[in-house]
């Protein structure tokens, strides 16, 4: 008798145990009809008193894509160990919606593609919050058409751009409902700049009364003439200014990110400014001084994603698929293991597709082995694939040089990745040999001397993990780190000592 998928039963074994249902069931529908008429007749009582055949139990939980189910109750077999009609159709229709083959070139296309960095999804899902603060801000200041500024902060891949992007959108249909002129917006990256004030010639550009601005001055100084006095219109346009990767604006002066903030306390300033950086930190560096120019921006911070937010995002973005391509395992230990790394979605969607990519080749592999053999059907993401895709993208060369260290170097690339999450990137051997006595004593560990620390430093800058100056006094060397510190956290986190460390 083939195996019937009961409701702890995995999506594979429901999956082809319905198939094999399907076709017994085919065969014998003649005995079924005749088999369920004598049970009407004779034992009505007992079927009334039965659990109803059409109920269906509820999907399994967490799967991407939701798998009808039956319990044991539901499940009726004929002498010959076929299913009952209803559950026959119930399996027809999850045979028509869920075949999945992993050789088909159009399927994998769209897998992928779903699961592509920039495949900017309908909704923004577990960013509800921060954008709904951003959108409320941004509508305040159209109603009152009033200047103002705002910092959003946050480690790289936790959905900043693309909230941002959303929140563009929803300004430019809201002004559109409220019977407000549609807000101007210029989009700057400022990675592409060429020049750190190439952003205020931008800005000048999209102005429609800095369009028709002449003169010698630089774009800043029209711009700044420009919000000082009345513009002709009674009803000018609002400018929402977002600068993605605005810590690229820092200059030695940092004149240009003082001068950007200052534009929306100009008098007849139309800007509503928003900064996007993955520094967490920028914010406490620059608040002092833009406090004391009466610019200080309002600041929402974007926290890394959860093991949960991360899974959810997958499942959303899978959820549209006609078929089932990844185990809801295979899904969970991805989720689990990039949220404890690093957080980043970016990263998450390039293990999946790297996953994909893997059963791609395996599945190619056994046609080629057995070209005459049967071909194997639902062949999906197991956590097989998942956990070589995992170990291909945090792998690294720089991974495997951290673990192999000895264990007073590994303390010092610990003490190197605590120093550097502030706002120094660099510090002097003296400062991180603090850090480092503190980590030992913490623990008992009998440190090592002056001397023998500044050699380990040299040693792990020979390595490319450190990275030191040259100075007269050893102690006054400047330190910094070249490695990421995601690299340095899931090489040592398996070690409870230095996972505490890392807290």
């Known amino acids: 008798m083939p195996a019937i998928a009961g409701p702890s039963s995995s999506p594979q074994k429901h999956v082809v145990g319905s198939r094999l249902e399907v076709t017994g069931g085919l065969r014998s529908a003649e005995v079924n009809t005749c088999r369920k008429r004598k049970l009407r007749s004779d034992s009505a009582a007992e079927v009334s008193s039965s659990t109803p055949v059409n109920s269906i139990s509820t999907p399994m939980k967490r799967c991407a894509v939701p798998i009808p189910k039956t319990s044991d109750e539901e499940i009726k077999e004929d002498s010959n160990g076929n299913l009952a009609n209803p559950v026959i159709s119930a399996a027809k229709n999850l045979d028509v919606e869920s ?250 969607l390039c293990v999946c597709r790297s996953a994909l990519e893997i059963l791609g080749i395996e599945a190619k592999g056994s046609i080629d082995q057995q070209p005459q053999g049967p071909v194997q059907e639902y062949e999906v993401v197991k956590m097989d694939h998942m956990l070589a895709a995992l170990s291909k993208t945090f792998k690294s060369p720089v991974v495997d040089t951290i673990q192999s260290l000895p264990q007073h170097q590994q303390i010092i690339v610990c003490s190197a990745a605590k120093a550097f999450r502030g706002s120094k990137k660099d510090r002097t051997i003296a400062e991180l040999n603090k850090l480092y006595l503190a980590i030992c004593k913490s623990s008992t560990i009998t440190p090592a001397g002056i001397t023998e620390f500044t050699n380990m430093c040299t040693v792990l800058n020979d390595q490319g993990i450190l990275k030191l100056s040259q100075a007269r006094d050893d102690k006054l060397r400047r330190v910094s780190l070249r490695v990421d510190e995601a690299d340095i956290t899931f090489a040592l986190k398996e070690i409870r000592f230095f996972r505490n460390c890392l807290i």
Request: net charge positive; hydrophobic share 35%.
């Open 99 to 348: 075949k999945w083959n992993p050789r088909d070139e159009e399927q994998m296309k769209a897998v992928k593609e779903a699961l592509h960095v920039s495949k900017a999804p309908s909704t923004v899902v577990c960013r509800e919050d921060e954008q709904r603060r951003v959108s409320e801000f941004v509508k305040s200041c159209m109603e009152q058409n009033k200047a103002g500024s705002l910092y959003i902060c946050g480690c790289p891949g936790t959905g900043k751009s693309l909230s941002m992007e959303k929140v563009r959108q929803q300004a430019e249909d809201w002004a559109k409902q409220a019977g407000l002129p549609c807000p101007e917006t210029v989009s700057v990256n400022c990675t592409s700049l060429t020049k750190t004030t190439d952003i205020f010639s931008k800005i000048l550009g999209k102005n429609e009364f800095g369009r028709k601005a002449n003169g010698s001055s630089s774009p800043l100084q029209k711009l700044q003439s420009l919000f000082s006095q009345k513009q002709q219109q009674s009803s000018s346009k609002m400018m929402i200014i977002i600068a993605d990767e605005m810590d690229y604006l820092i200059t030695r002066d940092r004149g240009v990110l003082h001068e950007l903030f200052m534009l929306t306390t100009l008098p007849f300033s139309s800007c509503i400014l928003i900064g996007v950086a993955n520094a967490i930190d920028l914010a406490d560096r620059f608040l002092p001084k833009l406090k004391s120019l009466n610019c200080k921006p309002l600041v929402v911070t974007f926290r890394a994603y959860s093991k949960e937010q991360i899974l959810r995002i997958l499942q959303e973005r899978l959820v549209g698929l006609p078929y089932v391509a990844f185990q809801s395992n295979a899904l969970e230990i991805c989720a689990r293991k990039v949220s404890a790394a690093s957080g980043d979605m970016r990263k998450a």
